[in-house]
């Protein structure tokens, strides 16, 4: 069964269509659930600036969901935490066509956070993700 027929995004009645996110999913399968993923490479080099890191922190999780068996359609959840929430607004329109070359236009459920500081000093982003893998 593939992953579109596992899972819907979730609107309220009355409630306006989000732009970029879900309000909520319904999903049914396995569930995998990534770490905190940052901006960097493999040999765990960081990307410079913003938003190639986090070009480079989407490619990290796909790779995660990929070796777990999933797809990128198959992530119902990513909570993104941000050390500059000003960085992050001010890089919307810049963010959706990075967003979109590694995840497509597939959005789950998402929230935004910004903290103090991540444990990797060098990283400007950490995005968690959840996906649910098909039956």
Do not use: C
């Amino acid at each position: 069964m593939s992953s579109a027929a596992t899972q819907r995004a979730i609107l309220p009645e009355g409630w306006p269509t989000p732009r970029g996110y879900a309000n909520g999913m319904v999903a049914e399968g396995r569930v995998l659930v990534t770490g905190g993923l940052v901006g960097w490479d493999a040999a765990g080099i960081f990307a410079q600036g913003f938003l190639p890191q986090l070009r480079q922190t989407l490619i990290n999780i796909k790779a995660v969901v990929e070796a777990g068996g999933g797809q990128v359609e198959d992530i119902v959840r990513l909570t993104w935490y941000v050390t500059d929430i000003a960085t992050y607004r001010s890089s919307l329109k810049e963010m959706g066509p990075v967003y979109r070359e590694v995840l497509g236009r597939h959005f789950p459920a998402m929230a935004v956070v910004q903290v103090v500081a991540l444990v990797e000093p060098q990283a400007l982003i950490e995005i968690e993700a959840t996906a649910v893998i098909g039956r």
